[in-house]
């Protein structure tokens, strides 16, 4: 049972550079969501989705992109960089929306 | 819009001794649940410790206990007994009950130093 897991743990992009930011539980749980960390600001809410074909905008949705296909998986894509996307990007799971969110290790994402 | 503030962006205490972080949060709904998530340096987010709004007893595991005060809108973290591996970001959240939503609420965080 591996949990939530994220690739890659860092990553330095270029202004205007596409990448997705890949996570994936093995818990069979229906909630994941997509948060980014920055100093002084706790967690924000960006993307997450109730089952797979269902997704929706959080807190701080502009700039990405996310897609859930199947319950297992839930990647984030960034289209076009840029360096306010600089931050710390978390990925979580949960059985259900009381329960208790597991995260993954997180990934350092630079944008320069 | 619902809000969760920790006031003290830092903290210290000494080994063995006990510590209070707070939170208080701003929130219309009856049903939520709140949370508090430690980060260690490895950046790993873990749960401490959860407590349902409409439990009017104070959730405990091990030496981790809150302080849940509803009509306050406060739940404050007591760690009794500090240990060096306590020392982290610990952060308070909110979680709406609300069937059909997905409000899942931060607090800035509150960094705990643990002296020897």
């Known amino acids: 049972n591996a949990g939530v897991t994220q690739t890659p743990k860092f990553q330095v992009l270029k202004t205007g550079q596409s990448m997705t930011l890949q996570c994936a539980q093995d818990?069979?749980?229906?909630?994941m969501s997509w948060y980014r960390q920055d100093p002084g600001m706790g967690l924000r809410l960006i993307h997450y989705s109730v089952g797979a074909g269902i997704t929706d905008q959080g807190e701080v949705p502009n700039g990405y992109n996310v897609s859930r296909s199947t319950t297992e998986d839930f990647p984030l894509r960034l289209l076009s960089a840029a360096p306010s996307q600089t931050s710390v990007y978390f990925c979580?799971?949960?059985?259900?929306?009381?329960?208790?969110?597991?995260f993954g290790p997180g990934t350092r994402l630079t944008v320069t | 819009a619902q809000t969760v503030t920790q006031s003290q962006p830092e903290m210290s205490v000494q080994e063995a001794e006990t510590v209070t972080l707070s939170c208080t949060y701003d929130t219309s709904e009856s049903d939520y649940y709140l949370f508090w998530y430690k980060q260690p340096p490895s950046r790993q987010m873990i749960l401490v410790i959860r407590?349902?709004?409409?439990?009017?007893q104070n959730a405990t595991e091990n030496r981790f206990s809150v302080n849940f005060q509803k009509a306050a809108k406060s739940f404050s973290l007591k760690i009794s007994d500090s240990q060096l591996g306590d020392a982290a970001m610990y952060f308070c959240a909110y979680r709406s009950a609300i069937s059909g939503t997905y409000k899942y609420i931060f607090g800035t965080g509150t960094r705990l130093k643990v002296l020897a």
């Open positions: 818990m069979n749980h229906e909630y």
């Open positions: 407590q349902e709004a409409y439990k009017q």
């Open positions: 979580a799971s949960s059985y259900s929306r009381g329960n208790e969110q597991y």
